[in-house]
């Protein structure tokens, strides 16, 4: 979605932490999604944070959400090779979700 | 609940042909979505139904797709004379949108993969 813009590639070591960052222009979105694909397979849903929050934490996935610059970022903490994935951002307009084209995960041993 | 099927898979026809996909969603789901996602890029919106009223239709879909949801469950969505450029993986996602539907969590299918050739 040309709304949304990701960083295309992170490379991380095993049990280090990742960061991935994302961009977003509609400044009425309510929540934001991160979703993640595996090769082959459709989207997971893997956490959401309304727009009136600053961070949500969930187990090891940490959002943290700068509404005046429109940022959010993704925390994956100890990342594991299961990790490894093309992980998306998304906003919520008004009958849809609109996303950004991946951050592909790399995490090597 | 298991989750949102769609079939087939994997599709490959000819230039020119017509191919119809299918879409199961969650049962109790009352949205319906069709995205298309192309290689490096994220999913985009092609349309959604409320029940079986299809409500949005983005601009990427041209006179040759249409897509129906007969009975508001499952969903078809045919692309007539195919063309190369119609090759993507097509996502089928449903939710529960009630009134206040701001926090609408979609779970996607695995995908129809279409390879026009």
């Known amino acids: 979605g040309e709304d949304v813009e990701q960083s295309l590639f992170l490379s991380v070591r095993e049990g280090d932490s990742s960061v991935i960052n994302c961009t977003y222009t509609?400044?009425?979105?309510?929540?934001l999604y991160w979703y993640k694909q595996e090769p082959g397979a459709g989207l997971q849903l893997l956490t959401y944070i309304f727009s009136n929050m600053d961070m949500k934490q969930d187990q090891r996935l940490t959002v943290l959400l700068n509404k005046k610059d429109k940022h959010l970022s993704l925390r994956i903490a100890d990342t594991q090779t299961g990790d490894s994935a093309i992980y998306f951002c998304?906003?919520?307009?008004?009958?849809?979700?609109?996303f950004g084209a991946g951050t592909t995960v790399t995490v090597r041993a | 609940d298991t989750g949102v099927s769609q079939d087939p898979r994997h599709k490959i026809t000819k230039r020119g042909q017509n191919v119809t996909f299918r879409c199961d969603p969650i049962s109790e789901h009352n949205r319906l979505y069709w995205y298309r996602q192309t290689l490096g890029q994220g999913p985009e919106f092609l349309t959604y139904f409320q029940n079986e009223a299809q409500l949005e239709k983005s601009r990427l879909l041209s006179d040759r797709f249409s897509a129906e949801r007969p009975k508001g469950s499952f969903s078809t969505l045919e692309i007539q004379r195919t063309e190369q450029g119609d090759s993507a993986m097509y996502l089928c996602?449903?939710?529960?949108?009630?009134?206040?539907?701001?926090?609408?969590?979609?779970?996607f299918g695995s995908g129809t993969q279409l390879s026009v050739l």
């Open positions: 998304a906003e919520r307009g008004y009958y849809k979700l609109s």
């Open positions: 996602a449903s939710s529960w949108g009630g009134v206040d539907a701001t926090n609408e969590k979609l779970f």
């Open positions: 509609d400044s009425s979105s309510t929540y």
